[in-house]
């Protein structure tokens, strides 16, 4: 009895130690050499389908290293697959090595023990990260603790085609714009991550004071801090696209809405995407963006690495990859991708801040200045229950 | 060797086949009942049940997969019977049994695309009527595609169940005398499709029984055309199931879990009342035939028949089409008929990717193919050569992987398999692959191997070969037609499995259809195209060679030709 208990002492310390430690970098590196990265990532878009290859050469030419990209329809279908691996004892070996997460998703894995880490600090190119201008050490409110590393910042922009009207400055403006034309606006279908974000988004800005949202939601607070969401749902949904009874599955599947004429008005996380749906023939050149008066709601992509990640010390060299001046420019290029970086401009050299200000971030994005305020995540609980009462109200109850 | 390996392949092909179905209904029970020790929770209980009735959007849910299955089945089952009532033997029909025959093996996913793109409010029929005929400068609110009552989804399943039950008919024809049947009918007064109906249909009906159980099952738990074409407030429950099988809650799989074996009840209700309508209509029908009415209608009947059928054909092909046009299109806004530019830029934007999401098919593809092949024959030839022929039960065996709903037991697999240790990937996804690709391959050529003249290998015996000498250089040269269509059944069918390649293969495993599918969230209508284009071809160049490789091989036998 008693060595089997000295067994599960050893035992338990070797199993942590079978990955890398991160702050060991030239043993990261080395122990990455020939391994086969499995980026578990949303392979709805073809442009960041593309950004995602170009990663794959860098990381092989630099590093050796194999990057294949998984493309998921879900972020959660990656959670789901680690969750049945600790179900079926796969506590080595296991099929993700990297997974591009936030949000709800982050929450759950990390309460559930399943994420490798911390690492993120760690990483070589962390020094460059603008730690006190944006939120990449909170995740949703959710302490980030090193367990995912940033690589990308979103805000909400709204687009609209400029030949058929004008940028409107709150929500309250949008509602009055949709009800004077019906059909002509829509979001995705919760619980979507951009169809969620706007319903956040009409929370924060028919607030009066959105900082309550920074806590938990509390039975006692939810549904009087909800209704004016609720009401104004109410008073939008009939003057939607199809009358709120069909939503896009995603924000680009509002694209060939656009561009077909279907629709003047929608939203998308990522201020450069439109500029490079333009260059694509996806939408057409008149659509522009415009960002709320008092702001629009802001949060970080990360990447984090399942407990059970078989290539670990791939999967950091790719997190550290994606944190490079290179990498966070090229993301940041509207022709690319058009994402926000994570970098803070007085961290990098000349040349490295010449790679940004040589962008031309294009006709249709919005210039830092222009973007304003970046409004907080509320904490995922408010996310939670709002999509499942959304759900409840208006996605499937007609 | 073969002598000892033969007599054990039937059982085999059962385990093959029902293996996987029975250990995944299995791996779904347990967690229904709330045992999933991963997440913390042990049941059993029934918690999950509990959640299920509370989901708001249950009832809608069930009832769209109600009668989306129960719709698809009776408009293409009626539609396939009047059309053959009507018109089998005339020069239209032969034109429209060739234009649907390749329709069978067009993935479901890429006819969805196709016919998505063609009649949206902003799909190809709205821009070559606008704005000439109808004013349109933008595309009308019109819900057609994603419609609540799950029309057009509907309307996408029956236009692909249409060639496969109407292949189904012809082949049953053959042993129903119904050209005899016809004529007598015709000679006593009858109608041509009240003739038919009254005399052939009850024997057609009890030939094609068990595939067009297998419509129902499928249209009831469709996915990946639920996705394209159904209504997602809410969606039908199998789509519902996958997405609770995906959210970060882990509770959720526990109503996966709870809602796969509803669905599994739906479906083995769905079947039964099924049965007992054809039990009612059997008795309306001995009634209506014995009033003796000729028929007064059946040539607006006919014509109806021939619209329908005629619609169905130039949908799914005009949906390539438009798929064609997509891919190459440059900036194409609405109304315009044709885009502003053609380019190659979305082909070689995609062409790496779905090159290897093409190998990646074409391996898994053919794999599966030809060992369901090896163990089809072996099956065959051990029924041959030790008499034991296949009864009405065993049908039912080869037929229950295409019964039960593959949401059912396709999720409780994946947890069992990374129970056993099997690593996901490729491997658990050809074996998933099989369950599927078996049947299909074994009915499609069991007939030809059946009919096949014996005399010739009596004679052959006498000559001198052994049995393993007649299989190999005698019957399976004069079976290489059947073979091939068979091969190029089962590669179509490899070809167009969305779930059991999504979650056997963990995500990793990445073919044209699971690609194509992904891509449809993001609504990148020229990447859709690209990979919907690459799917059909996949799908249909088999067929292709298993016309033109026997035509080649027999170009100087001319007996075999046909054959």
Redesign the interface.
């Known amino acids: 009895m008693k060595s089997l208990a000295l067994l599960a002492a050893l035992a338990l310390p070797l199993a942590a130690q079978a990955q890398t430690d991160p702050a060991d970098w030239d043993a990261v590196t080395a122990a990455a050499k020939g391994q086969t990265v499995?980026w578990?990532a949303w392979?709805?878009?073809?442009t960041t389908?593309?950004f995602i290859?170009w990663v794959g050469d860098k990381v092989k030419t630099e590093y050796g290293v194999t990057l294949?990209h998984?493309?998921?329809?879900?972020t959660?279908?990656?959670?789901?697959?680690v969750?049945?691996?600790?179900?079926?004892?796969?506590d080595t070996?296991g099929?993700i090595d990297l997974i591009w997460i936030n949000g709800?998703?982050f929450a759950?894995?990390k309460e559930?023990d399943l994420l490798f880490g911390p690492f993120a600090e760690q990483l070589p190119n962390w020094r460059y990260v603008d730690t006190e201008g944006k939120t990449v050490q909170t995740d949703f409110t959710v302490p980030v603790d090193g367990y995912e590393s940033p690589w990308a910042m979103a805000q909400v922009v709204f687009i609209y085609d400029s030949a058929k009207m004008e940028p409107l400055g709150s929500m309250q403006a949008i509602l009055d714009w949709s009800t004077a034309h019906?059909?002509r606006f829509t979001y995705p279908?919760p619980?979507d991550f951009l169809g969620t974000t706007f319903l956040k988004q009409v929370l924060v800005d028919t607030l009066d004071d959105p900082s309550v949202l920074q806590q938990p939601a509390t039975d006692e607070n939810y549904a009087q801090v909800t209704a004016s969401l609720w009401d104004y749902l109410d008073k939008l949904t009939p003057s939607l696209?199809?009358?709120g009874?069909?939503?896009?599955?995603?924000g680009?599947?509002?694209?060939?809405?656009i561009?077909?004429?279907?629709i003047d008005l929608s939203t998308s996380f990522s201020p450069g995407a439109a500029t490079a749906a333009i260059a694509n023939?996806?939408l057409?050149e008149t659509v522009r963006t415009f960002v709320l008066d008092k702001g629009t709601i802001g949060n970080a992509s990360f990447v984090a690495i399942p407990y059970n990640a078989a290539h670990a010390e791939g999967a950091m060299i790719v997190a550290n990859a994606l944190l490079s001046p290179e990498a966070q420019a090229r993301a940041q290029d509207p022709e690319i991708l058009g994402y926000g970086t994570v970098l803070a401009m007085d961290k990098l050299d000349t040349d490295q801040r010449a790679l940004f200000d040589a962008l031309d971030l294009g006709v249709a994005t919005l210039s830092p200045e222009e973007l304003g305020t970046v409004q907080a995540e509320p904490h995922p609980s408010w996310m939670?229950r709002i999509a499942d009462d959304w759900?409840?109200r208006?996605?499937?109850?007609? | 060797m073969k002598n000892r390996l033969l007599p054990v392949v039937p059982a085999l092909t059962l385990v093959a086949m029902l293996g996987p179905v029975v250990a995944g209904l299995y791996g779904t029970i347990l967690p229904a009942f709330g045992h999933l020790p991963a997440a913390g929770l042990r049941g059993p209980n029934l918690d999950a049940f509990r959640a299920l009735l509370a989901w708001p959007g249950l009832s809608r849910s069930v009832t769209l997969s109600l009668t989306t299955g129960l719709g698809t089945t009776v408009v293409a089952l009626a539609l396939v019977m009047l059309l053959v009532a009507g018109w089998s033997g005339t020069r239209a029909f032969r034109l429209l049994e060739r234009l649907l025959s390749p329709l069978l093996s067009v993935p479901h996913a890429a006819a969805a695309f196709g016919l998505a793109f063609l009649i949206a409010p902003s799909g190809w029929i709205a821009r070559a009527l606008s704005p000439a005929l109808t004013g349109w400068t933008n595309p009308p609110d019109w819900l057609i595609v994603q419609d609540p009552l799950g029309l057009t989804m509907i309307g996408g399943l029956v236009v692909k169940e249409m060639p496969f039950l109407l292949l189904m008919t012809l082949a049953a024809l053959g042993q129903t005398d119904a050209a005899r049947a016809r004529q007598i009918a015709a000679a006593l007064g009858y109608g041509r499709t009240t003739g038919w109906l009254k005399t052939v249909f009850p024997r057609v009906y009890a030939q094609i029984r068990l595939p067009v159980y297998v419509v129902l099952a499928y249209g009831m738990s469709v996915v990946d055309v639920a996705l394209i074409l159904g209504p997602n407030t809410p969606p039908p429950l199998s789509v519902q199931i996958v997405r609770w099988m995906g959210e970060p809650d882990f509770t959720a799989r526990l109503l996966a879990a709870s809602a796969a074996l509803l669905q599994l009840a739906l479906v083995v209700g769905a079947l039964l009342v099924w049965r007992l309508s054809e039990v009612l209509v059997a008795r309306v029908g001995r009634l209506w035939i014995e009033t003796g009415h000729r028929g007064t209608c059946d040539g607006p009947v006919r014509a109806v028949a021939l619209t329908a059928g005629t619609v169905a054909a130039l949908s799914v092909l005009l949906g390539l089409a438009v798929l064609a046009v997509w891919s190459f299109a440059g900036y194409w806004g609405f109304p315009d008929a044709l885009p502003d530019a053609f380019s190659l830029k979305s082909w070689i934007r995609h062409g790496h990717g779905v090159l290897a999401a093409l190998a990646e098919t074409a391996l898994i593809a053919g794999i599966v193919t030809m060992a369901a092949l090896v163990l089809t024959i072996g099956c065959l030839e051990a029924e041959y050569r030790h008499r034991r022929t296949l009864t009405q039960r065993g049908l039912w065996l080869l037929y229950l992987p295409l019964l039960v709903p593959q949401t059912a037991f396709l999720p409780g697999l994946q947890g069992l398999l990374l129970n056993f240790g099997a690593d996901v990937g490729r491997g658990p996804v050809m074996l998933a692959h099989l369950v599927f690709v078996l049947p299909y391959v074994f009915l499609s050529l069991a007939d030809p191997f059946r009919a096949w003249d014996a005399r010739t290998g009596t004679v052959a015996a006498a000559l001198g070969a052994s049995p393993d000498g007649v299989l190999w250089r005698v019957r399976l040269p004069m079976l290489l037609r059947p073979i091939l269509t068979a091969v190029a059944v089962g590669l179509s069918v490899s070809v167009g499995q969305y779930l059991p390649t999504l979650l056997i293969g963990g995500g990793r495993v990445a073919t044209l259809t699971t690609e194509a599918v992904a891509l449809s969230s993001g609504g990148d209508r020229r990447a859709i195209a690209v990979f919907g284009l690459m799917q059909t071809g996949a799908a249909l160049l088999p067929f292709a060679l298993a016309l033109l490789v026997p035509a080649l091989a027999w170009r100087n036998r001319k007996g075999l030709q046909h054959g």
């Open positions: 499995y578990n392979g709805g878009s073809t389908n593309d290859a294949e998984v493309k998921l329809t879900d959660a279908d990656a959670v789901t697959r969750l049945s691996e600790k179900q079926a004892g796969t070996g099929a709800a998703n759950a894995m559930a019906p059909g279908q619980p696209w199809r009358e009874r069909a939503y896009p599955a995603t680009t599947a509002m694209f060939p809405l561009a077909d004429g279907e023939n996806e057409p939670t759900n409840s208006y996605g499937v109850a007609q």
